[in-house]
């Protein structure tokens, strides 16, 4: 107990364990009688650690120790030398025990596969398949992402609906002290190249391939939010023959955020492009959804797709709209 972690709020409870880490506003703080504890900052009054601790500031720096007060909007950071404290604000500290990478050590490897299968059998011989996944590579100034989907329905074994999608994109985070409006630290610029078929809306192939530059708001595991536009070079080959390329704009927008503890969380996808061809097109792709973290790892997600074109096949709708439950597995 004497090497022990000390916790104590500002009610005058004292807890002991161990700090893992503050960001977003949560402490999380691992107990052998309550397993891991999320706790308000606001709740927090000071912590007392037999390690000294890693606060990572803005600009990448880094501060160290073993005592860390939380006074209002200001903290107090000092080790047993009670003379040696530095006073700085709230705002100005990012996390508290942040992961490796984030200090330039190492790389996050982090992915989420799902599946929704259905099979009937009776008067009718129907199957249904959904499979995405997504992996991500992080480093401190690097992020690469590869996304992908498949669905295929079958009835009476004729394909009736055959869609994928595969998307892979880099991203570099420069890093330089350049903005006054943002964060630079949070301003990345990349390419992307993305591959769409669709037999049911008579899409061959779509191939938009460009470059985008995007702002990184938030990036933890409470909370994330990012935004990019960019301009792509697009070409479709449709079934009837026609091959379509012009350029467009495009925009991208994810956000995703846990709305009861870490058991429910809320996200919202958005991908979209206008394109300069005659006329001007709209394409959008929008994902909307609940994901409920089960045992070890696994989830079960409610999830909304929206698929809309403004100028679709001859004999096409313009939007498709797919609901699906998925069993899932998040790394």
Do not use: C
């Not at 991500?136 to 009835?155: C, I, N, P």
């Not at 669709?198 to 990012?226: C, I, W």
């Not at 991908?271 to 609940?290: C, M, Q, R």
């Amino acid at each position: 107990m004497a090497q022990a972690d000390v916790l104590i709020l500002k009610n005058g409870d004292r807890i002991t364990g161990e700090v893992i880490n503050e960001t977003d506003g949560v402490l999380k703080f691992k107990t052998s009688y309550a397993g891991i504890l999320s706790i308000n900052w606001s709740d927090v009054s000071e912590i007392k650690s037999a390690e000294p601790m890693i606060l990572l500031l803005e600009g990448d720096d880094v501060l160290t120790g073993k005592v860390v007060k939380n006074i209002g909007e200001m903290i107090q950071v000092g080790n047993e030398d009670p003379s040696s404290v530095t006073e700085l604000t709230k705002e100005s500290v990012n996390e508290i025990n942040p992961e490796s990478w984030l200090l330039g050590n190492g790389y996050k490897l982090s992915g989420l596969v799902n599946v929704s299968l259905e099979f009937d059998r009776g008067n009718n011989v129907n199957d249904d398949i959904d499979l995405d996944g997504r992996l991500e590579y992080r480093r401190l100034f690097h992020r690469a992402t590869l996304f992908g989907q498949y669905e295929e329905k079958t009835t009476d074994d004729i394909t009736t609906k055959l869609k994928w999608q595969a998307d892979v994109s880099y991203d570099f985070f420069p890093k330089n002290e350049w903005s006054y409006v943002f964060d630079a630290q949070d301003w990345y610029v990349g390419l992307g190249l993305n591959l769409k078929k669709d037999e049911f809306a008579d899409l061959n192939l779509r191939t938009r391939f460009g470059p985008h530059v995007g702002y990184q708001f938030y990036e933890s595991k409470p909370l994330n939010l990012f935004v990019q536009g960019g301009i792509e070079a697009v070409e479709e080959d449709y079934a009837d023959g026609v091959i379509s390329k012009y350029w467009a704009t495009t925009w991208r927008f994810k956000f995703d955020k846990y709305i009861y503890k870490e058991r429910l969380q809320f996200y919202f996808i958005s991908n979209g492009l206008f394109g300069f061809a005659t006329p001007d097109k709209v394409i959008l792709e929008d994902w909307v959804g609940f994901r409920i973290p089960l045992k070890a790892g696994f989830i079960a997600s409610i999830e909304t797709e929206l698929d809309y074109d403004s100028q679709p096949a001859e004999g096409t709708e313009k939007l498709s709209t797919t609901y699906r439950f998925k069993l899932g597995y998040k790394f």
